[in-house]
């Protein structure tokens, strides 16, 4: 780790259309950068991609489909272990274990433990709530939730250099960019 | 085609087709939304419409304080109709709910862009829909404070609550469907409660809307992960909305009770479900558009297409009302034969006649075009087919139940004053409800409708 700068947590780049951020994300990259992240008032097609996102940093759909099948089994075994074990009823000598009977329990069931590992999971691997974050004290950043593209060289990538680094961000179009520190 | 092609470029289609009026940038579109909660003052027509709600919210809450006090007894119901009020309003609520949940999940998963502008209040009309559907079964037992009974807890008693009953299943439909509506709900709003954050001014509105939106900033890989998460939820969501008022249908259908042990029930209650859902998404749009000026987001093109999806849902249920009527004749089987005179010529006839009016014929008119963007006919239809809805569930509720088997086990079924209030009183907490939610939290999803406008630049 070369930090000449202990509390500089990245340089900020400000762009004023998805277009021009996809742009630079993909120079920047080229450049040979990888601890970069964009910042965006909504989803971007094509932008994970630009910056080298892939399939396994999603395990969004592995949990859900953990949660839907956690959910489901216990439910459904649930249901089969009261029916006959704990609490076995003979109505009309119907069988004891009527599975057919158990199915909306379990489906719901499914659906729930799904959702909330959805939910949860995608939460939880995006590491919110997460109350500070440096990108907070810069005054600029509050219209990523409005109307600017931003992006983000951290100063952890082995490639990061103040003055070198600012001046590639000025050279594929940033608007403006901004020293991003980690002040307490 | 050849016939079509000559109207396409007309200025009046083109209004028709828009999802959004021209000139909007994501900045205005961030400025419009936002500013209704956080900049915009407190109209005076907004504390005239809280006022009368709350009035009738707290009607809610002192019928219920009467009847927790005396019992189910000062209802109109009982044997042979146990149901009575309790179970028809129960069934109208949740199915208004469903139409949230289709616009915001299956919509989605069609790729239909002009859900954007409508589903987040839509949501939040399922969710609040929901809280008034789930009261009046609660309330219903009688000893609302021994509810829990009806969720598997390990208890003392060694006893487990009966899962082959469709009233076990009902439960846990209804409390999937109201969890993963909400969670649905906030999962989508995460991105705007940060813009709100970055927007508010007052301190306060700093801190609450900074705790909600939970440090969202918008990062890239924060983006993709949230739309799987978005995208597994509609998945999810679309055969949980199919399941719920298909569960609710077999709280009858599984009885023997004539006119309602039929294989129809499924599908038609899914079917009235959307339609009257819909009506009410089209009772809360058009007032919403004209007091918040939206009408650049809730274009006609919405409310179009809404009075569309209530004409097929309308057509579905009438299917399902003449093959219920045909069956029960077709069937020979007397009871059913009785059910259908009775739905006719018995004590309550007129609710029927009534029904049929509403439901079936009045709803024709969303035929023509000229009806389907004509605001005012749009919010008398969303009406009529409210009211038509909720005397759907009483016809089936009432006049099976006051005529079935044995002359000597028949009876007749008179609300009361406390059903009635009790009824208007949940309104009152709906409308309630409505009404902070339009104050407190953006109406239109921001960060959708900015997607919209890059994509719809994209096209011009």
Not at chain 1, 19 to 48: C, H, N, Q
Not at chain 2, 167 to 182: E, K
Not at chain 2, 416 to 439: M, N, P, Q, Y
Request: with cysteine; proline share 5%; hydrophobic share 50%.
């Amino acid at each position: 780790m070369n930090l000449p700068h202990p509390e500089l947590y990245g340089l900020l780049g400000e762009f004023d259309s998805p277009e021009r951020l996809m742009d630079a994300a993909k120079k920047i990259r080229e450049a040979g950068y990888r601890r970069i992240d964009a910042f965006v008032p909504f989803p971007v097609e094509g932008l994970s991609q630009a910056l080298g996102l892939g399939r396994k940093h999603d395990l969004v759909p592995l949990l859900t489909l953990i949660g839907g099948l956690g959910g489901g089994l216990t439910g459904f075994f649930f249901q089969v272990w009261v029916n006959m074990s704990s609490y076995p009823m003979n109505i009309a000598g119907r069988p004891l274990n009527s599975w057919p009977a158990f199915i909306p329990v379990t489906f719901e069931l499914t659906v729930l433990g799904g959702s909330l590992f959805a939910v949860f999971g995608m939460l939880a691997l995006n590491k919110l709530p997460q109350p500070h974050h440096p990108l907070f004290n810069v005054e600029r950043f509050k219209r990523a939730s409005n109307d600017k593209f931003f992006l983000c060289i951290e100063a952890h990538d082995p490639k990061f250099h103040l003055e070198e680094t600012a001046r590639l961000l000025q050279s594929v179009n940033a608007q403006h960019v901004t020293e991003v520190r980690d002040e307490d | 085609m050849s016939a079509g092609d000559t109207h396409v470029n007309s200025p009046e289609i083109q209004r028709l087709a828009r999802v959004i009026e021209p000139g909007h940038s994501y900045a205005t579109v961030t400025d419009k939304i936002a500013s209704i909660v956080l900049t915009r003052p407190t109209s005076l027509g907004w504390l005239a419409g809280f006022s009368i709600a709350f009035t009738l919210m707290m009607v809610l809450m002192g019928s219920i304080a009467w009847l927790v006090t005396k019992g189910v007894g000062i209802w109109g119901i009982n044997i042979p109709i146990g149901w009575g009020f309790a179970i028809v309003n129960f069934v109208w609520w949740i199915g208004i709910g469903h139409a949230g949940t289709l616009i915001s999940a299956i919509l989605f998963l069609l790729n239909q862009k002009w859900r954007t502008s409508i589903n987040r209040f839509a949501e939040a009309m399922t969710l609040f829909a929901v809280a008034c559907a789930g009261i009046f079964p609660l309330i219903h037992t009688g000893r609302p404070w021994m509810a829990y009974y009806m969720f598997p807890y390990p208890s003392t008693m060694g006893i487990w609550p009966q899962f082959r009953s469709p009233l076990i299943w009902d439960v846990f439909a209804v409390s999937t469907y109201g969890t993963v509506s909400a969670l649905f709900w906030f999962v989508g709003l995460i991105p705007d409660l940060a813009t709100l954050r970055d927007r508010a001014t007052n301190k306060a509105a700093q801190i609450i809307y900074g705790m909600l939106a939970m440090g969202w900033r918008g990062s890239a890989r924060h983006w993709h992960r949230y739309q799987s998460a978005y995208l597994l939820l509609a998945g999810l969501a679309t055969p949980l909305v199919l399941s719920v008022h298909s569960v609710i249908s077999f709280d009858f259908s599984i009885a023997i009770v004539p006119g309602w042990h039929t294989t129809v029930f499924p599908p038609y209650f899914v079917a009235g479900a959307i339609y009257s859902g819909f009506a009410m998404v089209l009772t809360i749009a058009i007032p919403l558009r004209k007091a918040y000026d939206l009408e650049d987001f809730i274009t006609m093109r919405h409310l179009e297409n809404m009075a569309k999806v209530m004409l097929a849902t309308g057509l579905i249920v009438a299917y399902g009302y003449f093959f219920e009527f045909f069956m029960s004749l077709y069937s020979g089987n007397k009871f059913d034969v009785f059910l259908v005179q009775q739905r006719l010529h018995g004590p309550y006839s007129s609710y029927y006649y009534a029904l049929i009016l509403c439901n079936i014929l009045t709803p024709q008119v969303l035929w023509f075009q000229k009806m389907r963007t004509n605001v005012a006919v749009l919010f008398v239809m969303s009406l009529v087919i409210n009211v038509g809805m909720w005397l759907e569930r009483f016809v089936i509720v009432v006049i099976s139940l006051t005529r079935d088997f044995m002359p000597s086990a028949w009876g007749r079924y008179q609300p009361t004053f406390w059903d009635w209030s009790t009824f208007i009183g949940t309104l009152g907490l709906f409308v309630s409800l409505l009404f902070l939610f339009v104050r407190a939290l953006p109406a239109i999803s921001i960060a959708e409708m900015r997607e919209l406008v890059h994509t719809s630049e994209d096209h011009e």
